[in-house]
């Protein structure tokens, strides 16, 4: 299949320019001024369109078990939500559910179960360290997994104790692994939620006020101190308080190969949510935080502190005792009630994969605070280089993989659950006007969203092999 995208604008990390764009295969073949369609090809207008790289979610849980049930959307159908929103790439979390790492990959595979829409890897989480788990890190290697998280919360599930951390960061850094940071403390929370129960208090606001922001702020600052004693690159992953981008920001004036991620949830909204009578919805961990805090985190993106945005897409039904319609058939997943009467039985976590591209467009690119190189840096780009995938995704240049929107810069919506097309009964946006929206999705040279229409299918996206000693930006 060859295919000309012809006379649209070009936007790249580093720049603009006016171009016409030769897709051969699954590959682009060709960028330049009046490219002339090879006889057969197909060809696309893409006047007053940008064309840019398909994003790259590098923070996703689909079909996650976690609080008795599962996140509602699975490899295809959270595959298919981030399609429609511009989004090619994503990794995904696997759980260290067996005392073999190997085993715990197949699971993760046997998950995905070939149901895959768009490309897609995997990190590992590293929640317990087995006798021999530091010894079998090698397998990830070997099956293209090159980053792996580890935890300072969730106490008893899938926090590793300090010295735990400092022993797998010290191996990773040998391997060329990435390690990623879920930084909050722990021990105080476990502290603080006994009490709040205790007290009677049981409603979501809860959830926020017993993750204090520094817990996140000190445990950033301990992830920094660790990479420093390990000479092992770290990636602190959805960061949330002002203080974690100051603390970054310290680290990186130290010199060191410290990175950040933050998601569109921290940057548009902050705790007061978590008061209104829907206030499940918007329990996540981290939790979302202040005003100042989401002022900081945007300075960050812009300042370049913060490398990524990610989504940490990982929704649940807010009342999962009603059916939606997903694709004809009715579907109900249990989700937010679970926790009616007790915040700690909220299953954490948010809708996102479809919204990142949009959002992060009218709120960042529109207002001013980011200009459209920095958002494709954030949401394609950057997140290839640092997570192996570079330039194959995440880039426009012959040889890279055709993952390409077309984007139209101009169109206004209101958005809401109906556009997003996750596989839950609500969206965080719900009602908010946007400018810019995805127009049409190539992934690896095929049409998969054209407007309204989803063109993809199960089993199209496959995995990725990822590379070690990844680049550190
Ligand atoms: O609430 C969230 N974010 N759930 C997903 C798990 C995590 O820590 O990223
Ligand atoms: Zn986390
Ligand atoms: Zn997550």
Redesign the pocket.
């Known amino acids: 299949m060859t295919l000309l995208i012809k006379g649209g604008t070009l936007v790249t990390a580093g720049e603009t320019f006016q171009a016409d764009l030769l897709v051969e295969g699954e590959q682009i073949a060709l960028i330049g001024a009046d490219l002339q369609a090879p006889p057969g090809a197909g060809v696309i207008d893409a006047r007053g369109r940008l064309v840019m790289p398909g994003g790259v979610d590098v923070?996703v849980?689909l079909d996650?078990p976690?609080f008795g049930t599962v996140s509602s959307d699975d490899h295809y159908t959270g595959h298919k939500a981030a399609a429609f929103g511009g989004t090619t790439t994503v990794i995904d979390?696997i759980s260290q559910d067996h005392p073999s790492l190997r085993a715990c990959v197949e699971a993760w595979h046997a998950r995905v179960g070939g149901k895959a829409a768009v490309d897609y890897g995997f990190h590992m989480n590293i929640t317990r360290l087995y006798e021999h788990t530091l010894d079998e890190l090698p397998i990830l290697l070997e099956e293209g997994i090159t980053s792996i998280k580890v935890?300072t919360a969730?106490n008893n599930r899938?926090r590793l104790p300090d010295g735990d951390i400092f022993r797998v960061m010290r191996a990773a850094r040998k391997l060329g692994l990435l390690t990623l940071l879920?930084a909050e403390n722990g021990d105080v929370i476990e502290v603080l939620v006994a009490e709040a129960l205790e007290a009677g208090n049981t409603t979501p606001e809860w959830h926020a006020r017993t993750r204090p922001a520094w817990g996140a702020v000190e445990a950033v600052l301990r992830g920094a101190a660790l990479s420093a004693q390990t000479g092992a690159p770290l990636y602190v992953?959805?960061m949330n308080a002002a203080g974690e981008v100051d603390q970054l920001a310290y680290a990186l004036k130290q010199g060191l190969a410290v990175m950040g991620e933050t998601c569109p949830q921290y940057l548009c909204f902050t705790d007061e949510k978590l008061s209104e009578p829907d206030g499940a919805k918007w329990?996540?961990?981290?939790p979302l935080r202040g005003a100042a805090d989401r002022k900081r985190l945007w300075q960050g993106l812009a300042d370049g502190t913060i490398q990524v945005v990610a989504t940490?897409h990982?929704p649940f039904f807010f009342d999962g005792t009603r059916p939606i319609d997903y694709e004809g058939v009715p579907v109900a997943i249990p989700g937010k009630e679970l926790g009616e009467g007790n915040f700690t039985r909220i299953p954490?976590?948010?809708p996102g994969v479809g919204d990142r591209l949009p959002i992060l467009w009218t709120r960042g690119v529109g207002s001013g605070i980011l200009t459209p190189n920095q958002f494709v840096a954030l949401t394609a780009t950057n997140p290839a280089r640092i997570f192996g995938l570079y330039p194959r995704k995440g880039a426009l240049v012959p040889g890279a993989d055709a993952d390409i929107l077309l984007w139209d810069p101009h169109k206004r919506l209101t958005y809401g659950v109906a556009h997003a097309r996750h596989r839950t009964d609500y969206n965080l946006y719900e009602g908010w006007e946007l400018t810019g929206y995805p127009e049409k999705v190539f992934l690896r040279g095929q049409l998969i969203v054209d407007g309204e229409r989803w063109l993809g299918r199960r089993g199209q996206g496959t995995f990725l092999r990822r590379k070690p000693f990844a680049e550190v930006l």
């Open positions: 923070h849980h996650l976690m979390f935890f969730y899938l879920h992953v959805h329990v996540c961990s981290p940490d990982c954490n976590g948010l």
